[in-house]
């Protein structure tokens, strides 16, 4: 099995679109940069890292290489168990459940354990080779680390084989969603768990040597058998065989579990499950006409509603916001902190909102057109022109992020104090930026969507959606010079002047224009103000009916959408002569 798995392998990359190569060598590239930086770093400083810094850093590291692969490996694990193609043949052949497991056990150790195990060992055979250490060093080093990636695998298996006997099987579309959340919550509690032990921070507790776990850790344990390894002492076989044995029992565990969590459950969840309508009279409602772009919108909502996969594009911002709020006061930060005065909390606020919108709504809104890989059969017959399609996915679309940032925004302005002026000013800058950044979005839909019904949150590829960041942060930062410009206040005119005159090249240029900006906001204040909201919104606006224009084009002509399946395909969402 192992062998027939290593052929699908060669033949899934040998039909690899070329694109699709470029990228990987782009990745591979970055991480190849990245893993050079941090060896020749810890090369230069190895006079730096004492043994006890030294321990402090293998105990995190192997905390992290637990929480990483449990963040980014249980999806890609519940898709070995329950979404891989093949299970369909394999259950109908005469081999036992558990081979069948262990061969997908061990073929994930081929994506991110694999890559978790080359980030560490690699920097940590570094310090070995600078400091002059034993050659027990070595192969303890290897085993331990072997262990950490076992028992952070096992522990992903595990959770998906008790997960799915919970979850209903109506609710298998779902089930990523959950996976992937409760990830993300157990990484950052892995993360903070230092901190939240030592009532510290962890670059402190880190460069003084101290601590990080207590004796009974597991990781604790890692750190010691290859500190005494390190000098040749064979005090490390005790840490190191409870580590082994740690590991070997977490194992066992996940294979007491396979029968009923991985055979059945798979058969649960394709299964599936509906719920028995119910027999009577229903009133239906009558029906009502709406405008294309109206209709559209709504389609898109009820679409989005239905499916919480959807959603999944606002997690980052959720993390994002509790993460950060709760690493904050771990780090000894003070409610009363916050609570600073409105002038200067109000427009930090505004900046960092537009930034989150910024690196979401554009994504949202592109999604959009992907979604209608498998309804474009309806879009054709239907009398919609390409710019009802794109009208209408741009409102909804805009809509949703904005009422969710708008809720956030008014709970930090309550808890701030802001006055009343003050969020609805915010509210109206936003809304009337936000609408160019959808509108980008859209465009880049339409060049870009890529359909995965495994993954409906990611529906656009690498490199579209990479260049969708950068262009929303450009357009961001042109807009925001006016912005920027109504809410400096006229007593800067004095940094900015010396810093004209003490800097040089483009800082000295960017310094005169804002000097002379806010002198001419000294001299006429009203006039400035209302020429800088003027110029956003006409920069905003433009951009917004620019892209549409665009987008509407392109739907017109008809587009393209790379559908990901076992059989790779690329379906066309419309011919030269198709339209949308």
Do not use: C
Request: glycine share 8%.
């Amino acid at each position: 099995m192992l062998k027939n798995q290593w052929k699908m392998m060669l033949n899934s990359i040998k039909t690899q679109p070329g694109k699709n190569y470029v990228s990987y060598g782009i990745v591979f590239a970055v991480l190849a940069m990245l893993l050079l930086w941090l060896s020749m770093g810890i090369w230069f400083i190895h006079d730096l890292i004492t043994e006890p810094v030294f321990t402090g850093m293998l105990s995190y590291g192997f905390l992290l290489s637990i929480g990483l692969i449990l963040l980014l490996g249980m999806p890609q694990v519940f898709k070995q168990l329950y979404s891989a193609t093949d299970l369909n043949l394999l259950f109908t052949m005469p081999i036992p459940t558990r081979i069948i497991f262990w061969v997908k056990y061990l073929q994930s150790f081929a994506g991110i354990p694999l890559l978790v195990f080359v980030f560490l060992i690699i920097p940590v055979y570094v310090y070995g080779a600078a400091t002059g250490v034993s050659w027990l060093y070595y192969p303890v080093v290897m085993l331990v680390l072997i262990a950490f990636v076992v028992i952070g695998l096992s522990l992903a298996y595990l959770a998906n084989l008790l997960l799915v006997q919970i979850i209903p099987a109506a609710k298998a579309s779902e089930f990523m969603t959950v996976m992937s959340l409760l990830s993300g919550l157990l990484t950052y509690g892995l993360f903070m768990l230092p901190t939240l032990l030592n009532e510290r921070p962890l670059s402190e507790l880190i460069l003084e040597g101290l601590p990080l776990f207590p004796e009974w850790a597991p990781v604790t344990w890692g750190s010691q058998a290859i500190i005494a390894a390190s000098a040749g002492s064979l005090d490390f076989l005790l840490p190191f065989l409870m580590i082994l044995t740690l590991a070997a029992v977490i194992v066992m565990l996940t294979l007491a579990l396979v029968e009923k969590g991985f055979r059945t459950g798979w058969v649960r969840l394709n299964e599936g499950g509906g719920k028995k309508q119910r027999k009577g009279s229903r009133k239906t409602a009558r029906s009502q006409l709406h405008h294309p772009a109206i209709a559209v919108g709504k389609k898109e909502w009820l679409t989005v509603k239905r499916d919480m996969r959807e959603w999944l594009v606002f997690m980052p911002l959720v993390f994002f916001l509790v993460f950060g709020f709760v690493g904050a006061l771990s780090g000894g930060a003070d409610l009363s902190d916050l609570r600073g005065s409105a002038e200067i909390s109000w427009p930090i606020a505004q900046v960092l909102l537009l930034f989150m919108y910024a690196m979401f709504n554009g994504q949202l809104a592109a999604s959009a057109i992907a979604r209608e890989a498998l309804s474009i059969w309806l879009l054709r017959v239907l009398p919609l022109s390409g710019r009802h399609i794109a009208l209408g996915k741009l409102w909804i679309s805009w809509l949703l992020s904005f009422l969710l940032l708008t809720v956030i925004e008014i709970i930090i302005g309550l808890f701030l104090g802001w006055s009343v002026t003050q969020f609805l000013t915010g509210i109206a800058i936003k809304a009337v930026i936000t609408t160019g950044i959808s509108s980008i979005g859209i465009w880049f839909g339409t060049i870009g969507a890529k359909y995965n019904p495994s993954n409906p949150q990611n529906r656009l590829t690498f490199g579209t959606s990479f260049m969708l960041i950068i262009v929303s942060f450009v357009y961001l930062f042109v807009t925001l010079i006016p912005f920027i410009i109504v809410l400096i206040p006229v007593d800067a005119m004095n940094v900015t002047g010396s810093a004209s005159q003490s800097s040089l090249g483009i800082f000295s240029m960017v310094s005169s224009l804002i000097h002379t900006l806010l002198s001419w906001k000294a001299a006429y204040p009203v006039m400035v103000m209302a020429s800088g909201i003027i110029l956003m919104a006409a920069v905003s606006l433009g951009i917004a009916y620019l892209f549409i224009v665009m987008s509407a084009r392109r739907l017109d002509q008809g587009i393209e959408i790379d559908m990901v399946q076992s059989a790779a395909s690329k379906p066309s969402l419309g011919n030269k002569s198709g339209r949308l």
